[in-house]
């Protein structure tokens, strides 16, 4: 399944001058929209803009009731991989809490900040590593949105091009 979708509509929508030229540049003046397209590109699109403009009250609904569930599975997925890194760097938070607490309790957050270097510095490699498992995660979560919005779209009967 397909349905177009023209650059006129994101003029009419008032997308901003940057989303239009790309939209342009990647597609001309029309692109049929389906969901693996939606996939390959979503993430190069202002999506956010794309649901609260582009579709319907009942397509709207439709998307934010699958969002939910999409947020929900990357959190889960987020959490696992955040709690390794927590257990990583709790030898440093705990080194870090006791070096705050021996400031003055006049001290500036400026006097905090070798302080969070150094506490930066011993997580480096934890924070890498959450860097790295995360991106799949946050590629993935961005795809299936762009996916969910191009079914909406694609169905939507309350949008006419």
């Not at 390959?40 to 969002?67: C, D």
Request: glycine share 4%; with cysteine.
């Amino acid at each position: 399944m397909m349905r177009p979708l023209y650059i006129s509509q994101l003029s009419t929508a008032n997308a901003c001058e940057e989303q239009i030229i790309l939209f342009y540049e990647t597609f001309g003046q029309v692109v049929n929209v389906t969901v693996a397209g939606a996939r390959e590109v979503g993430s190069m699109f202002n999506i956010y803009f794309a649901v609260e403009n582009l579709l319907s009250g009942s397509a709207l609904r439709e998307y934010y009731a699958g969002y939910g569930s999409l947020v929900n599975k990357r959190e889960a997925l987020r959490a696992l991989i955040e709690a390794r890194f927590r257990v990583e760097c709790e030898p440093a938070r705990m080194k870090h809490i006791a070096a705050r607490s021996r400031l003055p309790v006049t001290a500036s957050n400026r006097d905090t900040y070798p302080l969070m270097a150094e506490y930066n510095a011993e997580c480096a490699d934890a924070q890498a590593k959450y860097n790295k498992e995360y991106m799949p995660i946050w590629a993935a979560f961005m795809a299936d949105r762009a996916a969910l919005w191009a079914t909406c779209y694609i169905t939507d009967e309350g949008v006419t091009a």
